[in-house]
Nanobody, 120 residues
Framework: QVQLVESGGGLVQAGDSLRLSCAAS????????MGWFRQAPGKEREFVAS????????YYAYSVKGRFTISRDNAKNTVYLQMNSLKPEDTAIYYC?????????????WGQGTQVTVSS
């Protein structure tokens, strides 16, 4: 069982940066693939980024590649999403997810989400 708590969201202007954090409970954090998803009003939840258990493999959605960076600190049971050059279309609730296998919208564990709002 893994419990996930996101933090770091807020209201920023276009071009600004934010860093989201996701703190996980449990002693097996290092055995989970971690990911970030987002959901904008009226839209389906979409993949943003994922990172392998070791942190060596990272994948990004095309829309955020080059602007967002996912990382993890297994000693702190935390995964991060550094978001730079934010755009209004990045506005969404951002969710952290954990899975023992591949990260998908049907992954095992989810946080409650943190709101990111980017004004133009």
């Amino acid at each position: 069982q893994v419990q996930l708590v996101e933090s770091g969201g807020g209201l920023v202007q276009a071009g600004d940066s934010l860093r989201l954090s996701c703190a996980a409970s449990g002693r097996t954090f290092g055995s989970y693939t971690m990911g970030w998803f987002r959901q904008a009003p009226g839209k389906e939840r979409e993949f943003v980024a994922s990172i392998s258990e070791s942190g060596l493999l990272k994948y990004y959605a095309y829309s955020v590649k080059g602007r967002f960076t996912i990382s993890r600190d297994n000693a702190k049971n935390t995964v991060y999403l550094q978001m730079n050059s934010l755009k209004p279309e990045d506005t969404a609730i951002y969710y952290c997810a954990a899975d023992s296998q591949r990260i998908t919208t049907s992954s095992d564990y989810w946080g409650q989400g943190t709101q990111v709002t980017v004004s133009s």
